[in-house]
């Protein structure tokens, strides 16, 4: 099945349904991506991680910029990955290319996720869920972390299962508006359609995704420096499937 972008819409958007097993294959395709460049994509995974690190040890500010940068980032990697399919050279100061695309409506997603994340702490504060530092600026133990926690468990797995289907409904959305144009609100509204359509694809990429970071971490963490890279490649992979490339997906 697939839809028409409403009239008006620069380029056409048309939603594919893929079938299940495609999730997989987008982290495949983030790894072809990867193995074709992998100084270039290590570096934009590193300059992306170090400044994202160093907005969320900035008070208030610096986490505000955190969130509603962080589609700006993902724009970005999608417009590599549309570049080296061109034969262009990537290069560190890609990772800005999100900033000239349209940065308002890159950061109104971000708003979106901030607003989630805003709510789901107010919840886990109202509920007393614990944290790693006690009143008294100490740091809490595992085992006094797993006592407190008892009972309250379902608050938790409430919160992370609130944001997941929050990130899963805005997936789409930083290559939507890079390659699309579109507002926030259109392209939250295209990418929580095609989440939806997609949603056992979605699903198995997820767990593929999970499994990936479970294995790179077990080796020192030096799997991480290939996960990575393969991540942010993957999410430009799965935006062309589902939206650039119906009648390929279909005849696999």
């Known amino acids: ?48 991680l170090v400044m ?8 208030l ?3 505000l910029a955190f969130y509603l940068l962080q589609p700006v980032f993902f724009a970005s990697f999608a417009l590599v990955a549309r570049k080296q399919g061109t034969g262009e ?27 989630v994340a805003v709510c789901v ?17 100490r740091v ?11 009972g309250k468990e379902w608050i938790l797995i409430g919160g992370f299962l609130l944001v997941g289907i929050v990130k899963g409904a805005l997936w789409f959305t930083p290559a939507l508006i890079a390659f699309h144009g579109l507002s926030a ?7 929580l359609y095609a989440a939806l359509s997609n949603v056992g694809a979605m699903v198995l990429y997820s767990i593929a995704l999970f499994a ?7 080796p020192w963490l030096l799997g991480l420096f290939i996960a990575m890279p393969v991540m942010i490649a993957s999410t430009y992979v799965g935006y062309r499937e589902v939206f650039e490339e119906e009648s390929k997906v279909k005849s696999d």
């Open 1 to 48: 099945m697939s839809a028409e972008a409403p009239d008006g819409a620069a380029p056409p958007i048309r939603v594919s349904d893929v079938r299940a097993s495609r999730g997989v294959r987008w982290l495949a395709g983030g790894f072809a991506l990867f193995k074709e460049r992998p100084l270039g994509w290590l570096g934009l995974a590193l300059g992306w």
């Open 52 to 59: 994202s690190f160093g907005l969320l040890i900035i008070p």
């Open 61 to 63: 500010i610096g986490v």
């Open 89 to 115: 050279r990537i290069d560190s100061g890609d990772l800005f290319l999100g900033f000239k695309s349209n940065l308002k409506a890159l950061a109104g997603v971000g708003a979106i996720e901030l607003f």
């Open 121 to 137: 702490s107010v919840v886990f504060a109202t509920f007393a869920v614990p944290t790693a530092i006690d009143g008294t600026g």
């Open 140 to 150: 809490l133990g595992a085992q006094e972390l797993v006592a407190q926690l008892q």
């Open 185 to 191: 609100a259109h392209a939250v509204r295209w990418s």
């Open 212 to 218: 990936m970071f479970f294995a790179a971490a077990l």
